[in-house]
């Protein structure tokens, strides 16, 4: 069989993509491959990449969650109040946990039962959560931890930041719960056409709830990461993640309307992101001017998405 | 009599499939030419390569002697051939008139659309039929018959000479596929040349002037239809002698599975009562509207009931959902493949999976060995022409994808069958294969019932037949009493007039 370049393009794109801009970067930059760069990458990657990851379930099964970004705000502001009032370390990661599936609760619940679409009951739910958040912080940050809680952040597991290992962990899990079980498959069939998923006797409710849970509970993680990265939890921290966050699932491959993608797309979109905003950095490239290419390196990947569509 | 097209030496593969080798296809001036084949034989294909949506590996078309190989679809159109999908291709929420005229809407100066003359074609072309048909009405709201009429004028009003038809009488009954017939005689009549593909062999001799038959992907021949019979069409369709359409059996029928009593929901069906035990295969007839569809989607909880019982096994079930259907046992197989019965972007192992996941799973985690067997298994059965399971469903052909539909509730375990339409677009080969498998099935017990607008398979297969008018079942016929009048005039509502 002769090697079939365009097919190669159209299936890999992405991951090649992504090589030749760290092959760029390494030319250009030799700061680019150092071991501490690298892990500093990752790093700032697995807050995105932990929040896509429950993303992914979610544009998976059709649907978008806009409060990623609130949620994870008010998950943080919650656990660093309880940090501060001397919970220890598994309270304060069952209450911030707690309060992102909550959130994701309410969203499934009103998507599912209120028969409202998700971009609507989410933007809602952006709003609130904020607000929550503002309320309960006062409009202040909340800072200074003990130690335990620093290590989420902060701390490493045979040399390598704590943070890459959730990240790892949570792509793990994510991949394996997609691929191997129920919830995974349904939510690919919601995701194509849930009036047969219904039709075959699935409770699609039950389904498409759960996902946002999923989406509330990774960006509660996230939080919980950020806040102790921080050393403090603020009111305004996590505004826009959520552009981000859509932005790694749809550069991932992740079809916005449902039915087709992966979290291992997801992982390269996140990489990607953080790539492209460290590799500016290194370069010395005005901010503004980051902004752009960001956006048209979004916009690129859709249109090679939409490519790989036309391909079948 | 020189052709208006000639197809020579076509070839076309995709990946893992070889749909057509070598094909010399001939279309005469005012000829309707019937074009037959199983499922995945690639009729289809060689009609998107002559309407230019697939460029063909090998191989030459010439219209009127103009060779027009890789024209595209818009070069195609303009040279006038137009194509009727398998699959309807209309807006639902556009009207009749906007549907027609798509794309070359009539402007006034400023560009505006001029809805006047945009209605006033449309009311011209529909009234060439003899229709009743207003071109304001949306298209949803329209009967598939008349959706399939409303592509039909749409391609006229192209004023193609060369019109293909693919499989339009596969969701019509009775008069309307006179009605159908009607209209390609005077297509006929004015010169207009049809490639017309059909499952429904025996009504070919009431339309076609000649067959051509396809087989894998070949050729096999091209006759008058005159000089054939339906077992002849079926030997060189399948390869092999046919030996029987519809297959016998005795099947001792048991206990009462399932028992409706006075299941009403406004405006769509009243009082409806009925019985199946199990070992019994009970059809429904009834014309596109009658609401039988509708009847068996409250029974598999998808509609809501207003009123009315449902006993499984002698007791009292509170069904208000498809999951508890599902749980009672019953299966539903729907009418609409496209909508309800598949996940097109998914796998063929995919879709088939779906009903029996939660048999196959341990704490919600899959069991994918067990889970593979049983697929395989079924996609072998019931014959599945697909190179690999984990092909996408989109890529499969109309009647494959019918199959699939059918595999994923043969894999499970149900005590009450509904099948809607269960060989819609299925093959004459497939057909038998799939009235065997709903006997197997009310040979291990399980009531059967099955919704038909196909009154043959209904009378042949049913040990009774229930025929629906307007929302009420107006008459039971026993298999011994049935006949094809019989039935028929109850569909129709003329006999036995309801009060
Ligand atoms: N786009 C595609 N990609 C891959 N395979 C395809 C594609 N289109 C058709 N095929 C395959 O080509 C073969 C012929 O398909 P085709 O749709 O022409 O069959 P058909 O004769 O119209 O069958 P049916 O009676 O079921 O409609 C089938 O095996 C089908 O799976
Ligand atoms: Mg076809």
Redesign the interface.
Known sequence: MKLDVKHILKTYGIFLAFLLICIILAILSPVFLRWNNILNVIRQSSIYGVMAVGMTFVILSGGIDLSVGSVLALSGIIAAGAATAGVGIFGIVALGLLVGVLCGLFNGLMITLGKITPFVITLGMMSIARGLTLIYSGGRPISGFEGAFRFIGGGFILGIPFPIVILAVTVLIGWLVLTQTRLGRYTYAIGGNEETVKLSGINSNFYKTMVYVISGLTSAMSALILTSRLNSGGPNVGQAYELDVIAAVVIGGTSLSGGRGSVWGTLVGALMISVINNGMNLLGINPFFQLVVKGVIIIGAVFLDRLRDQAN | MEPVLRMQGISKSFPGVRALQNVDFELLPGEVHALVGENGAGKSTLMKILSGVYTPDEGDIQLKGTSVVNAGPKAMLDAGVSVIYQELNLVPHLSVAENVMLGREPRRAGGLIDWKAMRAEVKKLIAQFNLKLDPRTPVYRISPAYQQVVEIIKAISLRSDILVMDEPTASLTGNEVERLFEIIRQLRSQGVSIIYISHRLEELWEVADRVTVLRDGERITTKPLAELTVPDIVRNMVGRELTEQYPVTEIETRDEVLRVEGLTKAGVCSDVSFAVRGGEIVGFSGLVGAGRTEIMQII?G?LKRDSGKIFIHGKEVDIR???D???NGI??I?EERK????????SVF?NA???V??RN?TF???N?KKLSDLIHRIVETIGVKTPSPRQ?V?FLSGGNQQKVVLS?WFVRDCDIYIFDEPTRGIDVGAKVEIYRLMQSLAQRGAAVIMVSSELLEVLNMSDRIQVVYDGRIVKEFRRDEATEEGVMKYALGVAGSVA
Do not use: E, H
Not at chain 2, 339 to 346: A, K, M, P, T, V
């Open positions: 598999f998808y959902s498809t999951r259907a599902v749980r299966a539903l729907p909508r309800q019965g598949l996940i097109l972007g998914l995919d999976a779906l009903a996941l939660d799973s919600g985690v899959i994918f996408l989109k994923k």
